[in-house]
């Protein structure tokens, strides 16, 4: 009271104090019941004024709400009483989770300029009553559930600037009155089912900015009004059934940043006055009928960083002019008919990572300078009419990751240089082409290499038994060539099936039903195993792999989710966020989580970047609030195996069972969901990270003092977790101190079980031929076994333990050339360092009785990590060391 009169007196100037008092008091009714309605934090309580409640901004004259905020709070309800709020001028509802209708009584808001209710879930249709809202601006009804056609009623809203409808149910068509508005800057539609064409009068009154109208099932042409007075910055029209020609009046736009005009009908040539938008980053127009040259002007823009023309009726030669886009990264005209050679003045283009020529009549030889362009990762020729020889340079593109040189008329061998291509992951394809001669024992050295194919052409000689080397090779093909010789023992190779080796008459062992005589000599076997022992040593000594690759679907998708992050970053208002994508199968196996959990809330929180915690091995980790306010870590599975699509329901009954593996020291899933090809499994949110996050990034978080005790506690725990899988015969795939979670006691808990059962290669539910976890955890007998054991495990829990002694890495190149963590705690007493010099400092000085505990400890991982298998402990002899040693 003391709070009202003393505005009263401070305004009664010039305003009548019984008028503001009511006012006011009309607010505060209204606030007060709305609170009953939508529970919103932090209002109410203590206050009585509501002017400092959060989220609320009031007029100057404190009389009344102006500005209200209640965006990300997770509210439901009933909102219609928000129309009694008079004085609004500003409303923001977005990323909640409202339901029902848009309350028509929102209309009554005549002060209203900025309205957003994005991201909730509205449905029906959009009232007309919104038309009454004549001072609006900005209105954002984007990622609702909201159905039928746009009200003509909405033709009242002549200040509208901003309109954003994306990612609903829209039909019907786009009124002519939107290009009427002379205000529009930015309009949005995509992901609707909206028809016919587009306004031709659209941008015509207005100085457009922004238009994105992608995934529709818009037809008719793309109008010039969009371009007509120059503004237009981003121009999306992806995904539609547009017709006709790109208007010359484009040239007129010189802002132009972003065009993707993909997936239409469009036909006719590409105007030339391309080169006049000199902004031009992102040109994208594949999977269209355009024809003619693929104009020269597009050299002019010197910022172009992709041009995608791919899939079109394009034909002549690639302009040389194009060497003059020293931005450009990714030049893609596959699927064309493109004739002529590739053009030496390309190799201009130092900043090309993706040249993809595939499929065209492209003739001429493989340029040998084409490494000049350094940062090349996909050289994609396949499907022409290439001579020549492979340059033996092309070992010097070292960055590759897929080399296409498929269906060519390529001569000559095979250079022994692709070996060098240390990087090479997707695919080798040298199939139909006319090569002869060996195949290089080089190619071994391609250890994360999924896909060989060198089938069709005249390669003789033996499969040399260094292939071997080849440690994630996942897809091989040898077939009609002139092999000779025993098909080496070598698991992928035997896993195979047999048509990757028919037609060589020399050929025999496994996969061929042929057996072959006693020309593999005595010494074979063990001579294998010990060459690609060495050669996996050689790999975890060269600190160049990180992961062991899984499988080529991991590879395919995690390339093209890190094009489409790129993708994204150039271009900010295509957020991939707005698909809704339809749930296949779903559950939550806890009885009392189902009201609590959401599915499609899930699945939503996957697909934004920023809820991204981190990636592992075999998932990505997203952090998902319920809007029942519960949180959830969603773990995405990476190696969506097509395999785990087929054993769908194996999958369920798996992770059902796992739902119920009762140990303290185990993440338990409590829930999946199965969209598209997509696995998400559902987990408690654990707020204290990862121990890798607490051994190893504690500089962020300066609370944390590194303390013996708990870890040693968490060291016991990841042991008893594990002794207990291996009682229930589970072997873990992947253990490292990334995949051991802390809960908010830092009680461990062993994550990616789920892995281990879903993807266990020797039960052959996957077919993944190397799976061995993560760098620098893998134990030795791996090179020759390729099985992860059960003393497998217990080595890789060693490094965790050495990681928890030392605070080091498992591999740093601190270590020296060749060593990992485990091979410098090895080699100590060589250099002369005493036990206590590999132990963390800054615990093992604080107390004799913790250095104690510490020394102990190392005993225990040294024997752990001890090179031969059986030497190794059983983990619950582990279990029962280190609890001696804290109990002592
Ligand atoms: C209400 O007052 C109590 C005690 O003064 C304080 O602890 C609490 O944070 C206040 N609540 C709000 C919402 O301001
Ligand atoms: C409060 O001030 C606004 C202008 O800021 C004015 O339009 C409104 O009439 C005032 N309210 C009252 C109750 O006088
Ligand atoms: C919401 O509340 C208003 C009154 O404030 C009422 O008329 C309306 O029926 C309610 N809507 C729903 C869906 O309950
Ligand atoms: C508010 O809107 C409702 C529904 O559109 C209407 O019936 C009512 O008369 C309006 N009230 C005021 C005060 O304008
Ligand atoms: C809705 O659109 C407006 C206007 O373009 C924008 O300012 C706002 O950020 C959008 N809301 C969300 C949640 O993106
Ligand atoms: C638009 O959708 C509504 C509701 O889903 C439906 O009744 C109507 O027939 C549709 N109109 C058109 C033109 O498809
Ligand atoms: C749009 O404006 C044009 C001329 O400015 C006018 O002839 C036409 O009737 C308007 N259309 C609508 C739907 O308002
Ligand atoms: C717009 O483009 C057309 C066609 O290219 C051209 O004739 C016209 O001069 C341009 N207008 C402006 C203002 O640049
Ligand atoms: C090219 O991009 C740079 C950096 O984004 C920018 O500063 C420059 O203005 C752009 N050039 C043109 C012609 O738009």
Same mark, same amino acid.
């Given at each position: ?36 309605? @939508? ?14 409640? /959060? ?39 977005? !990323? ?193 009928? @355009? ?62 990572? =993706? ?29 022409? #009419? ?22 060519? !008329? ?36 391609? &250890? ?46 035997? =896993? ?18 042929? @057996? ?48 489409? +992050?790129?993708? =994204?970053?150039?271009? /900010?208002?295509? &957020? ?91 993440? +338990? ?41 708990? +870890? ?9 977790? @594990? ?99 485990? =091979? ?16 963390? #400092? ?9 250095? +104690? ?13 001890? #090179? ?21």
């Amino acid at each position: 009271m003391a709070f009202l009169l003393f505005f009263s007196f401070l305004l009664s100037g010039f305003i009548s104090s019984s008028e503001l008092v009511c006012a006011q008091l009309h607010d505060q009714a209204t606030l007060s019941a709305i609170n009953k309605e @939508l529970a919103v934090p932090g209002w109410g309580a203590n206050n009585s004024d509501y002017c400092t409640w /959060p989220g609320i901004i009031c007029g100057l004259n404190r009389s009344m709400v102006e500005k209200l905020d209640l965006s990300h709070l997770e509210l439901r309800g009933n909102i219609t009483l928000l129309s009694e709020l008079k004085g609004l001028k500003w409303l923001d509802l977005s !990323y909640n989770s409202f339901h029902g209708s848009i309350p028509s009584a929102l209309g009554n808001l005549s002060e209203l300029e900025f309205l957003d209710l994005s991201l909730n879930k509205f449905g029906g249709s959009i009232p007309p009553e919104l038309g009454s809202l004549k001072n609006l601006r900005s209105l954002n009804l984007s990622n609702n559930l909201l159905i039928g056609e746009i009200p003509a009623e909405l033709q009242g809203l002549e200040k509208l600037q901003d309109f954003q409808l994306s990612s609903n149910r829209l039909n019907g068509s786009i009124p002519i009155w939107v290009g009427n508005l002379t205000h529009l800057k930015i309009f949005t539609a995509y992901e609707n089912d909206l028809g016919g064409k587009i306004p031709d009068n659209l941008g015509s009154a207005s100085e457009l900015h922004l238009l994105n109208l992608h995934s529709n099932q818009l037809d008719g042409p793309i109008p010039k009004s969009i371009f007509a007075l120059g503004k237009l910055e981003i121009l999306i029209l992806t995904q539609n059934k547009l017709t006709g020609g790109l208007p010359e009046e484009i040239g007129n736009c010189s802002g132009l940043s972003s065009v993707r005009i993909g997936n239409n009908n469009l036909i006719g040539s590409l105007p030339r006055s391309v080169g006049n938008i000199s902004s031009l980053t992102y040109f994208e127009a594949d999977n269209n009928n @355009l024809s003619d040259e693929v104009v020269s002007e597009f050299a002019k823009c010197s910022n172009l960083t992709l041009l995608n023309l791919a899939s079109n009726g394009f034909t002549g030669k690639i302009p040389p002019e194009f060497g003059q886009l020293l931005n450009l990264q990714e030049l893609i005209l596959s699927g064309n008919n493109l004739f002529g050679d590739i053009p030496e003045s390309i190799l201009e283009c130092k900043n090309l990572n =993706k040249l993809d020529l595939s499929n065209n009549r492209i003739n001429g030889s493989i340029p040998n300078d084409i490494c000049n362009m350094s940062r090349l990762q996909y050289l994609v020729l396949g499907q022409n #009419s290439i001579r020549g020889e492979i340059p033996h340079q092309i070992g010097n593109c070292v960055k590759l990751l897929e080399l296409e040189l498929g269906r060519n !008329y390529l001569t000559g061998t095979i250079p022994p240089e692709i070996g060098h291509i240390k990087n090479l992951q997707i695919a080798l394809n040298l199939s139909y082409n006319h090569l002869h001669g060996a195949l290089p024992p080089e190619l071994g050295k391609l &250890d994360k290499l999924v896909s060989l194919d060198v089938s069709n052409n005249q390669l003789s000689g033996n499969i040399p038994s260094q292939l071997k080397g080849l440690l994630s090779l996942i897809d091989v093909d040898f077939s009609n060539n002139l092999f000779t010789g025993p098909i080496p023992t070598f698991v992928p190779f035997q =896993k195979s099936p047999n048509s990757s080796f028919m037609g060589n008459k020399g050929l025999c062992g496994e996969p061929l039903n042929s @057996l072959c005589g006693n020309s593999g000599g005595p010494d074979h076997q063990s001579y294998h195993h010990r060459v690609s022992y060495r050669i996996i040593l050689a790999v975890i000594g060269s600190g160049l792999a990180v992961f062991i690759s899984v499988t080529v679907v991991v590879l395919l998708f995690m390339m093209r989710e890190k094009q489409e +992050r790129a993708a =994204k970053a150039a271009d /900010p208002e295509d &957020d991939g966020a707005n698909s809704h994508p339809t749930i296949v199968a779903g559950n939550v196996f806890v009885e009392n989580l189902r009201q609590a959990i959401d599915l499609d809330a899930v699945v939503k929180a996957t697909l934004k970047d920023s809820n991204k915690l981190n990636s592992g091995t075999f998932s990505s980790i997203y952090k998902a609030v319920m809007p029942s306010g519960l949180v959830l870590t969603v773990k995405r599975l990476k190696s969506m195996d097509r395999t785990i699509i087929h054993h769908q329901n194996k999958m369920i009954r798996e992770l059902e069972r796992l739902s119920k593996l009762c140990h303290d020291n185990l993440e +338990r899933p409590i829930g999946f969901v199965i969209y598209e090809d997509v696995a998400l499994l559902l987990h408690h949110y654990l707020p204290n990270g990862t121990l890798y996050q607490l051994l190893h990034e504690s500089t962020k978080q300066p609370e944390y003092e590194p303390n013996w005790p708990t +870890r040693l506690s968490i060291a016991i725990g990841v042991a008893e977790g @594990l002794a207990f899988l291996h009682h229930v015969a589970i072997i873990h795939l992947d253990i490292s101190s990334g995949n051991v979670l802390l809960d908010a006691n830092f009680r461990p808990l062993v994550g990616e079980i789920e892995i281990s059962k879903l993807l266990d290669p020797s039960r052959g539910t996957a077919s993944i031929s190397a799976v061995a976890g993560s760098f620098g955890y893998i134990p030795p007998e791996y090179a020759y076994t390729m099985q992860v054991t059960a003393p497998g495990n217990v080595y890789s829990y060693g490094v965790v333990l050495l990681e928890m002694l030392t605070t080091r890495l498992p591999v740093d190149d601190e270590f020296g050339e060749g060593a990992d963590l485990v =091979k410098w705690v090895q080699s100590a007493p060589t250099r002369g360092e005493t036990p206590e010099q590999i132990l963390d #400092s800054r615990l093992s000085t604080v107390s004799f009785g913790w250095r +104690r505990e510490m020394l102990a400890a190392l005993k225990v991982a040294l024997l752990c990590t001890d #090179s031969t298998p059986a030497k190794r402990p059983k983990m619950k002899k582990v279990v029962e060391m280190l609890q001696e040693i804290k109990q002592n």
